[in-house]
């Protein structure tokens, strides 16, 4: 394999430049013949980063033998839309033959998609999502420092349009104040994008942005000529004349389309491919055989998919002791994020204390206090992250850190985890991460602080994700279980809470119900209390309980036993306990969430599944809330005591 070790050459020599030459004329044929083969993609980038592209596969410490080789360095491809540029250096370096990427890219069910994928080996992580790889990057970087792994570099490479997207902003402030030295990030300075030239569409002063945020900044002239972009990167390399306490950008000036005269400058093949004719004027001009696009297109005709969309690199698995659990007594009123906070500390005692480095790890947005995440941050400080008012990047960053072994927590309220961070979130989970995002702060419960802050459609959200499985605990003690609980199990996960302070849920002996013995189960309700048979079932969970607990209390004394089961686990959900509600009668929901998109909804698509017949009703948000004490928010929307009551005798 060609490599270049960084501390002893100084320059490039001819023999190194001419291996390079050749590299890039391969690389070159594979980005056209690809993308013409697909009939999309995106060569112009492709072009334009492919001297870098080479160059940095030549200094990184990487084995095409074994990609998760644990001592390997990793490189963010922040652009993903250049996936035909980085296919081809991938295989030019052994990571798979040119076979699979040429007969596959862009096929259904191949690897090699439109954006780069952990599928294809080398990959470290899925983008697309323009804006978020940097905070990546920082995620990497992050990961090597709290393992000392001191001058293990972590690149990565973005684009110029990219530049300006808010969260990159972010990601650059959290790398300056968290020291990350061994980041290199490096910028294909084209100036275009798809709308044409950068500073039309959208002027950003790039360097002078990454000085501001106390970058060291290299600006290199040409960054289509290997010499120069090989010093460029030995520089950030060595930090040779910068900040040694810095991360560094390399700025390379390039030119879209680079190597192919009539492709040069030209917005147009951002993301076109060449027709089969210029493509093949192309190919005369690369200086290969222009045969070769009948030649791959007749083997990609008969090539079947060989590659997985699905094979991701393996994680390093983590073992995490779950601490002695909290028990709070029956008379004990307090909030389940003050249990969360409880739990989190007892976690960070259990598993980070004593430790070289830790393995749990706390990310805020500027809400520790009301988050409760202090308690953690005075255990473990070194593993506690304040990222500031940054959701987007912190929701990837600390995703990230878990793809190398750390268990990461992500808190702050509702509309800021799930609302504000979704796209973040989707694009984490398609990179099967293991973020334990705890949102306190969510639906009316809020209260006072208004509809700005009432987070009412986190179950109609975080379900669309595939991985994410969503808890909402309905009391301190079940809170305390269910952190417990995601910090052992692997796996991407929600957990919901209000901000109320509550009672705890106690049986019929007056005894909590979540109690010593108890233990959470994802997919499993809770019969808080069976009702008599015919008798209505009342499903619900999170903030609504106290006030469900008081309508059965009711119910009873005007002789009704109904039954009432929390749903704690909203995804998975437990159909046969839905199924057995059913059976009993009928069936009341009532949630703090917008009605139509929550427990409703899937207590009804699941009976309907079972060609089951029973009457529902819903209660929940039917608007956007207003400020005002949490009780009064639930009789405005009829899911107070006295309404659950009502719609009980109604049913
Ligand atoms: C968040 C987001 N918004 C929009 C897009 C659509 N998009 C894909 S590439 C691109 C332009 C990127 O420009 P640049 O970073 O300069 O890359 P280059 O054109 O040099 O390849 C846009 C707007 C996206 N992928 N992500």
Request: negative net charge; glycine residues 10%; hydrophobic residues 35%.
């Amino acid at each position: 394999m060609f490599q270049i070790d960084v501390t002893k050459t100084e320059k490039l020599s001819e023999e190194q430049i001419e291996t390079l030459s050749q590299m890039w004329q391969r690389c070159a044929g594979r980005i056209i013949l690809s993308t013409t083969l697909a009939k999309s993609g995106h060569p112009g980038g492709s072009l334009s980063s492919l001297h870098t592209l080479l160059l940095l596969y030549a200094i990184m410490r990487h084995d095409p033998r074994n990609p998760d080789w644990e001592d390997r360095e990793k490189l963010v491809m922040s652009i993903g839309h250049i996936s035909p540029g980085v296919y081809a250096v991938l295989s030019e370096y052994g990571y798979f033959p040119e076979e699979d990427f040429l007969t596959e890219f862009r096929r259904a069910g191949s690897a090699f998609g439109g954006h780069v994928e952990q599928g294809v080996p080398g990959v470290e992580w899925n983008t697309g999502n323009l804006g978020q790889g940097l905070s990546a990057a920082d995620g990497f970087a992050l990961s090597e420092r709290l393992r000392g792994n001191q001058g293990k570099k972590t690149y990565c490479l973005m684009g110029d349009g990219e530049q300006q997207k808010g969260q990159v902003a972010e990601a650059r402030r959290f790398a300056t104040k968290y020291g990350l030295k061994d980041l290199i990030c490096i910028i294909d300075r084209n100036h275009l994008q798809i709308g044409g030239d950068t500073e039309k569409v959208m002027p950003v002063r790039v360097r002078d942005e990454y000085k501001a945020a106390g970058w060291n900044v290299i600006y290199v002239a040409d960054g289509n000529d290997f010499q120069q972009v090989y010093k460029g990167l030995r520089r950030a390399y060595l930090h040779e004349n910068l900040d040694p306490e810095r991360p560094v950008v390399i700025v390379n000036r390039t030119v879209m389309g680079k190597g192919v005269s009539f492709m040069e400058n030209k917005e147009k093949y951002h993301g076109s491919p060449l027709p089969e004719e210029m493509a093949r004027d192309a190919l005369s001009e690369i200086g290969l055989s222009p045969d070769l696009l009948d030649e791959w297109k007749k083997k990609r005709e008969n090539h079947p998919i060989t590659s997985s969309s699905h094979s991701f690199r393996r994680m390093p698995d983590t073992k995490i002791e779950p601490g002695e659990p909290i028990l709070y007594d029956a008379q004990t009123v307090t909030d389940c994020r003050s249990a969360y906070g409880n739990a989190l500390k007892s976690l960070a005692e259990a598993n980070n204390k004593g430790e070289q480095t830790p393995k749990i790890l706390g990310f805020s947005c500027d809400l520790e206090g009301s988050v409760k995440m202090q308690g953690f941050h005075s255990v473990s400080p070194e593993a506690f992250f304040e990222v500031g008012i940054q959701e987007h990047h912190a929701a990837v960053c600390s995703a990230v850190t878990t793809r190398d072994g750390f268990i990461s927590f992500f808190s702050t309220f509702g509309v800021f985890a799930v609302c504000e961070t979704y796209n973040q979130h989707r694009l984490s989970d398609q990179n099967e991460t293991n973020l334990k995002i705890v949102s306190t702060h969510n639906g009316l419960d809020v209260g006072e602080d208004g509809p700005t802050h009432q987070c009412i459609d986190y179950i109609g959200l975080m379900q669309n994700l595939f991985g994410f499985s969503i808890f909402m605990p309905a009391d301190p003690n079940q809170t305390d279980r269910i952190v417990r609980y995601v910090a052992c199990h692997r796996g991407n996960c929600f957990v919901g809470m209000g901000r109320s302070k509550m009672p705890m849920v106690l049986d019929l002996n007056g005894e909590p119900f979540f109690g010593k013995d108890y233990e959470f189960m994802p997919g499993k309700a809770d019969w808080l209390r069976r009702g008599k048979p015919g008798s209505c079932t009342i499903i619900s969970y999170g903030a609504t309980i106290p006030y469900v607990m008081n309508a059965w209390q009711e119910l009873k004394k005007a002789g009704m036993e109904v039954g009432v089961l929390n749903m704690a686990s909203i995804k998975p959900v437990d159909e046969e306990a839905i199924v057995e509600a059913a059976g009993q009668g009928p069936i009341l929901t009532v949630e703090d969430h917008v009605v139509t998109t929550g427990i409703g909804s899937i207590v009804a698509r699941t009976l309907a599944g079972r060609g089951i017949s029973q009457r529902i009703k819903c209660l929940g948000v039917r608007q956007y809330g207003c400020s005002g004490k949490p009780a009064d928010l639930y009789k405005m929307n009829g899911m107070d005591s006295e309404s659950i009551v009502q719609a009980v005798k109604a049913l």
